[in-house]
């Protein structure tokens, strides 16, 4: 017995129920001309993930429902094809046109095949932990679902279905062996953070190997405002070996044979090889902010480019997203700024072939001053100067952006947001932060990796040598670094990790052996700038724990750590 599945791993737009339908249509008819008898797409492929508060909506539910019906009639002629199609779905609770109350929906997947429903799942687990909130959206299915696909013999093949979560979880697949399942198939939209692609095979592999069935792993793949999703779909057989790995940051027409003699199945796939760790953050971030600037229309991004390594980062990034002709960057130079920093903005530009300006804010700097010195009269100079210039090239930034219509892109990491060592208003300023939850260690490390790595074809070592190795600084005031006002970047970042994303205690990071001003300077440092940070723009989430969805601390509080 044999038959052929594949997965569309395909790029949705969150709310474009009729072209996400249109897709799914498109890569069924390819499918089926390819002799595939079973096509998965991603978890809720109708309407993008996440849709949020739109599910609340029931005219948004009524276009999930449409475009459902118009993907089982632009199919029915494609005879013997199983398409597993992923929607929000009415309870007996909610009716057509009336407003969807909470508890009223499920998170579900339909089988259609040749113009019909042939069965529907809901999910039964469902995620409300990092930047999931599924509970408050959709209520748990009970049950299990399997269905029929004829193999090419005509002898069907039993598949059980089930939706992302539920395979993290022992019951659900259970079930669908109980229930005569022979292979199980998992449709996804899990969000990428560095090392979750291993975490979900691992943890796919438990579930094989606990019910002894083959696992296809259907997965999205773009960039959906702060979360990225990778793709990687892949295939398990019955003893847990990976036998078929779609590419990651990629769409992809994924499919895999499976042939079964003897009682045991034989699957046939391509596999995509394993890629480093800067490599997948790398794509994740290209592809966040390609599908950023391009799902909202934006004709191109514009960045203030200073010199530094995270200005530089995220210009090569923005690169290798939209392409030299669609990135603007300007240099605007205080009386602070170093003249190696004019060298290596404008040797960066001119490697990568993008517009470059030079707008000096001395003359502006000057007149602000002017301005406040009856007010400040009497009182030193202070970091209000300094973000003054941070304020001045915030607003031309902005203004250029209103004028040309691109996107400002920030250009802070997460050790800056987390400490607050950025301007509200100034470097801040902007729609779309790249690197936002890129702690400055790593910023080095990605340079680095750039710099020995062309994926793009649009130019080796785009980064000059001089901007990875000469100590940070803003160039606010004379002779100043990073490291005068913040600890050392290696201890800052595993402060950062241990305590805010892995809710370590003050306590226990001295205890193992920092010191105890710099594990007290930077909890304090994290826990008064959260105002800052809920002004910031939404930015591309790469770690477990971003300054986001992920982290949500009340502004006003007494509490201390």
Sequence with gaps: MSFSVSVAQLDFVVGDMAGNARRIVEAATAAHSRGVRLLLTPELAICGYAAEDLYLRPAFIDACDDALKSVAASTAHLKGLHIVVGHPARTGKGARGRSVAVASLHNAASVLCEGRVIATYAKRELPNYQVFDERRYFVPGQGACVFDVPGAEGQPVRVGLLICEDAWFDAPAAD????????????????????????????????????????????????????????????????????????????AEFDARFERAGGAWRIEASIDREHSAEADLWHAL??????????????????????????ALV???????????????????????????????????????????????????????????????GRAEDTTEENLQARIRGTLLMALSNKFGSIVLTTGNKSE???????????????????????????????RWRNAHDP??????????????????????????????????????????????NDQSPETLIAEGFARADVEKVVRLIRINEYKRRQAPVGIRVTH?????????????KYRA
């Design 286 to 311: 290209v592809l966040g902010v390609r599908d950023y600037i391009g799902k909202n229309g934006f004709p191109g991004a514009i960045l203030g480019l200073s010199g530094g390594i995270d200005s």
């Design 417 to 447: 947001m987390a400490t607050g060592y950025c301007t509200l208003y100034g470097d801040m300023a902007g729609g779309f932060a790249v690197i936002k939850d890129v702690p400055k260690t790593t910023v080095f490390k990605l340079a």
């Design 176 to 251: 669908a062996r109980a229930a005569g399942a022979e292979v199980l198939a998992v449709i996804n939209a899990s969000p990428f953070h560095a090392g979750k692609g291993g975490e979900r095979e691992a943890t796919m592999r438990e579930r094989v190997r606990a019910t002894g069935l083959p696992l296809v792993y259907a997965h999205l793949v773009g960039g959906q405002d702060e979360i990225v999703f990778e793709g990687r779909s892949f295939v398990l057989d019955s003893a847990g070996e990976l036998v078929g790995r779609a590419r990651s940051f990629e769409e």
């Design 545 to 557: 724990r971003s300054f986001g969805k992920d982290w949500r601390y009340p502004i006003t509080s």
């Design 315 to 377: 210009l090569a990034i923005a690169v290798d997203a939209l392409g030299k002709d669609r990135v603007r960057a300007v240099m605007m130079p205080s009386p602070y700024t170093a003249d190696i920093s004019w060298i290596d903005a404008r040797d960066m530009a001119a490697r990568l072939g993008v517009r470059y300006d030079e707008m000096a804010i001395a003359p502006e700097f000057e007149a602000f001053k002017a301005s406040l010195a009856p007010l400040f009269e």
């Design 456 to 501: 793009y074809g649009t130019g080796a070592e785009p980064i000059p040598e001089r901007i990875i190795t000469r100590p940070p600084s803003a160039e606010l005031r004379p002779d100043q670094t990073d490291q005068d006002s913040l600890p050392a970047y290696a201890v800052l970042d595993a402060i950062i990790e241990r305590y805010m994303e």
